[in-house]
């Protein structure tokens, strides 16, 4: 069983910043693309950052440079360093991985969540 542990939300005034975790846990072979994934009150869900295994990277307009996502293979986290907060930035951040489990197959996994609230 695979397993995604978001860590890191909390309150911040705007034009502040937050760093968010998500460590991968469990019988996992190997992990391919991870992404950050946010949604609003009302709002569909919508991609933030992603990137491959590789290490290639790609952003949503909204975020582009304020935001940064990074990865260690080593100990299967990946990272959103978030600066100069926006309101418009609240939401609940979700931690998404391509994760193999065994040679040939791989499953889609999300974490549970964690809050980001940007307010004065």
């Known amino acids: 069983q695979v397993q995604l542990v978001e860590s890191g939300g909390g309150l911040v005034q705007p034009g502040g910043s937050l760093r968010l975790s998500c460590a991968a846990s469990?019988?996992?072979?190997?992990?391919?693309?991870m992404g950050w994934y946010r949604q609003a009150p009302g709002k569909q869900r919508e991609l933030v950052a992603g990137?491959?295994?590789?290490?290639?990277?790609n952003y949503a307009d909204s975020v582009k440079g304020r935001f940064t996502i990074s990865r260690d293979n080593a100990k299967n986290m990946v990272y959103l360093q978030m600066n100069s907060l926006k309101p418009e930035d609240t939401a609940v951040y979700y931690c998404?991985?391509?994760?193999?489990?065994?040679?040939?197959?791989?499953?889609?996994?999300w974490g549970q969540g964690t809050q980001v609230t940007v307010s004065s």
């Open positions: 998404n991985a391509l994760i193999g489990v065994i040679a040939g197959l791989k499953n889609n996994y």
């Open positions: 469990g019988s996992i072979f190997s992990i391919y693309d």
């Open positions: 990137i491959t295994g590789g290490g290639s990277t």
